[in-house]
């Protein structure tokens, strides 16, 4: 397994494409999301996506763990809902928010980080977290 830290990506750059050394994954083109879990006593949210049958690189399960996590919005739409279209990421990234006094922010006073988690057709998450890591297997 391969662990890839992503708490401090580039400021709006996607990581929906990740690579380290020889390996690289692109999970808007070949992989779908399989799972998506929030667990309460730890406060954490991850996201599974697992490779496409027509994907043959050698990483097969991608984990994306959200820790420490406080999700801000959630919207999924499923009225005509195809279900591929609900497996595609769109685009993942780190960016700021708005505070109290309407001021862009890219790190809370509790020292998290925002992130928005896009699928295909406007399904959408948005959270803070203190940390991300993608584990490859």
Not at 22 to 34: A, I, M, P, S, W
Request: aromatic share 12%; glycine share 4%; net charge negative.
């Amino acid at each position: 397994m391969i662990v890839i830290d992503l708490t401090q990506t580039e400021l709006f750059k996607s990581f929906a494409e990740i690579g380290t050394g020889d390996t690289y994954v692109d999970l808007h083109n070949e992989f779908g999301c399989c799972s998506i879990k929030f667990s309460q006593p730890e406060s954490q949210l991850s996201l599974s996506f697992r490779a496409s049958e027509n994907n043959l690189r050698k990483v097969k399960l991608v984990k994306l763990i959200f820790k420490n996590v406080a999700i801000t919005s959630m919207d999924f739409k499923m009225d005509n809902t195809r279900e591929d279209t609900l497996r595609t990421i769109d685009v993942i990234y780190r960016g700021r928010f708005a505070d109290a006094n309407n001021e862009l922010k890219e790190i809370s006073t509790e020292g998290k980080c925002y992130y928005y988690i896009d699928f295909v057709n406007d399904y959408s998450i948005e959270v803070f977290s203190n940390s991300v890591i993608a584990e490859l297997k």
